[in-house]
């Protein structure tokens, strides 16, 4: 299914357009991660309606895509890796976002921790992706820090308890992909953009 939806879509686009290797190679990367994407948010989607968690998937899909657009961090190398890790993280995640109560000490501790992380160690890159501009690493880090308070602000207002422990736990998750220990333990290459100045140098 994937391999026929890649190969129409690259035909498609061909019959349109005349593409180079490189723009058919980007082009073909593209459509991998938009069906890998789709695959899995329709998965998730069945499996939030099955149990009865759709607000708090929906909710924690945007609050922790908000955090990983500025933040980056970790992926993973195969696509069943992926999948291993994408239903425990989200459908898992969701049962704690809705019977789970902490305490105000614990929340103030993991927003604490949270803040840290994205300021020591946003945004992370990855092999595939090095971010080699200074200034774009930057504005990450700056954007990832405000969201992060604006979330803080917001919960501060709202007093909702949903929404509080959605917004704690998408904090918690990308601050262990971004961490430098957890791409040491998967074996995977830390501030990739340091290996690309070199091979510049």
């Known amino acids: 299914m994937k391999k026929k939806f890649i190969n129409y879509s690259l035909n498609y686009i061909e019959s349109k357009k005349t593409l180079t290797a490189l723009e058919r190679k980007k082009i073909k990367y593209g459509l991998e991660g938009f069906y890998n994407l789709i695959s899995k948010f329709i998965v998730l989607v069945i499996l939030a309606i099955t149990f009865d968690l759709t607000v708090e998937l929906l909710l924690l899909s ?41 305490p105000p ?38 954007l990832s820090v405000v969201i992060i308070i604006l979330l803080f602000i917001i919960n501060i207002y709202l007093k909702n308890n949903i929404f509080l422990n959605t917004s704690l736990y998408a904090l918690i998750v990308q601050s262990i992909i971004m961490n430098p220990i957890t791409y040491k333990i998967f074996k995977a290459p830390y501030n990739n953009y340091k290996a690309y100045q070199k091979t510049t140098v």
Do not use: M, N
């Open 62 to 102: 945007v609050i922790y895509g908000f955090l990983r657009l500025y933040g980056f961090g970790l992926h993973a190398k195969k696509t069943w890796q992926c999948w291993i890790s994408t239903i425990p993280i989200y459908i898992g995640g969701c049962f704690l976002i809705k019977y789970l109560v902490l």
């Open 105 to 142: 000490t614990v929340c103030y501790i993991i927003w604490i921790f949270g803040l840290l992380s994205f300021i020591l160690f946003a945004p992370a890159d990855t092999k595939a992706r090095p971010l080699i501009h200074k200034e774009k690493r930057i504005r990450a880090k700056i």
